[in-house]
């Protein structure tokens, strides 16, 4: 697929840190409960750390108790591409930034305490806050 925002691997490689490459360009996922952004409040915006793309808000944000950032609603349907993902041996959805390919995290439909019911289970190293 071709992105709005495309770097060469280099590129990416001098961009991010080691740990930031793994996650978003690699698939990677970082160690549950350790995220800095786990236990974020604050309103505001959650942006993608690769591009900056806006991706959600801090309203839809909820706490899942499962060691990562939930969501339970992107920004827009067309902020985040959803791709299935069969790499564990089980059937998960991959959330990758729409603007730039990145991988977040993945999406399960196990929230029947959200407005969607959906869990839109993310990396904190996938994303940046900003503060409104």
Not at 15 to 28: D, F, K
Not at 42 to 52: D, E, I, N
Not at 78 to 101: K, N, P
Request: with cysteine.
């Amino acid at each position: 697929m071709t992105y709005k925002i495309s770097k060469s691997d280099q590129e990416w490689r001098e961009q991010l840190s080691s740990q930031e490459y793994a996650v978003l360009r690699q698939a990677g996922t970082e160690r549950a409960w350790t995220g800095e952004l786990l236990d974020e409040k604050r309103a505001g915006v959650y942006r993608c750390r690769a591009c900056s793309a806006e991706l959600f808000r801090s309203d839809t944000k909820f706490d899942s108790h499962c060691g990562w950032p939930s969501f339970y609603s992107p920004l827009a349907g067309d902020t985040v591409e959803l791709i299935e993902d069969r790499s564990l041996g089980m059937a998960r959805t991959e959330v990758r930034c729409a603007a730039c390919g990145s991988h977040l995290g993945h999406v399960f439909d196990d929230a029947p305490q959200t407005p969607t019911g959906d869990r839109f289970c993310m990396n904190s190293v996938s994303l940046t806050f900003e503060e409104s």
